[in-house]
């Protein structure tokens, strides 16, 4: 018994230097940007942005591979800053915010890409499709502690993604060939996070 007791302890003991490894940080929506663009009529790029969304960062300061994200995005605030565009881009033929009103990204594994990059990769769920894609992230940043006592740090986060792969297929053919709206999408994650106490 004592010696089980004993290997109990032990194991703790071993134990508890990884979790106190690992802070916790959530993105601070007022000081973050989750933005797109895709190309327009074959000729130019439209970008917007989600303006709400959540998130919480697990970083492990000795081990940043161990580290976790997971993100959540209202598709309803998206905004291209014209209310035409966007309100079709709410309905049924694109996001169908009514019947899909988030999206979420969650990593399943982190891996070091050069000095102060990695490559997060994890499942994106959009529009009821979840598909595997690969963040490339420059960061974190170090911490710095802002004029309020909080502690926070940064990080940008680039993707692309195809977007018929996650059901969003509607098109208009051009009279002059080529199609309204490009397939592929740039998704840009300004990230700025605030620590958990």
Known sequence: MKKLI???????????PAFASATTWTIDPDHSNVGFKVKHLMVSNVKGSFDKHTGVVEINDKDITKSKVEVTIDTNSINTNVKKRDDHLRSA???????????????????????????VTGDLTLHGVTRQVVLDVEGPTKESKDPWGNFRKGATATTKINRKDFGLVWNAVLETGGVAVGEEVTITLEIEMIKKL
Do not use: C, E, H
Not at 102 to 116: E, I, L, N, P, Q
């Open 93 to 119: 033929d694109f996001f169908d915010v009514a019947k899909y009103p988030t999206m979420t990204f969650v990593s399943k594994k982190v891996a070091k890409a050069g000095k102060d990059k990695l490559k």
């Open 6 to 16: 004993a290997s109990t302890a032990t194991i703790v003991a071993l134990a508890l």
